[in-house]
């Protein structure tokens, strides 16, 4: 079954990449209904389609060398929008086969957000897209959360209670 999930995952990311289709995130797990795609205009609709507005966040990623503007939904709101009632953690996996937990107190006092943009624009593949997890409240590269909580490249969330 792995394995067909991942010949899934890397077809949608050739064809996405090849022919400019909207990028996806497959969640699976603890979910409210079925496992399944979801786009980031889907992700991003989460908070747009209340008239709010993306969150922003602007801190020095993992993988640039200058502060950058990220915008997209908090974690928190995801996991509500998503997640069956009782989800306590996510497992987050990127393209590489990097993988990072975490659990919702993190998300909650860090105010993490699956960011769908960067500096106004969609994060596409070749920028280490469609999605990635940030926190604004870094401010000092000191800080151990920075190494601990930021991936991007995201192909896959699993909720799990």
């Not at 993988?99 to 969609?122: Q, V």
Request: without cysteine; aromatic residues 8%; positive net charge.
């Amino acid at each position: 079954m792995r394995a067909v999930v991942a010949v899934i995952l890397f077809v949608i990311f050739a064809v996405t990449t090849v022919f400019g289709a909207e990028p996806k995130i497959y969640i699976s797990g603890a979910l409210k209904g079925e496992s399944r795609f979801v786009s980031t205009q889907e992700i991003e609709s989460i908070l747009l389609a209340a008239n709010g507005s993306l969150k922003e966040a602007y801190t020095t990623a993992v993988d640039k060398q200058q502060k950058t503007k990220f915008e997209g939904v908090g974690l928190n709101e995801f996991i509500d929008r998503y997640g069956a009632q009782g989800v306590q953690k996510i497992v987050v996996k990127a393209w590489d086969g990097y993988s990072i937990t975490i659990d919702k107190e993190a998300i909650t006092k860090h105010l993490l957000i699956l960011a769908t943009r960067e500096n106004g624009k969609h994060i596409s593949y070749k920028q280490r897209g469609p999605a990635r997890v940030v926190t604004g409240r870094i401010q000092s590269e000191t800080e151990q959360l920075i190494e601990r909580v930021q991936i991007f490249a995201i192909r896959e969330i699993i909720f799990i209670k």
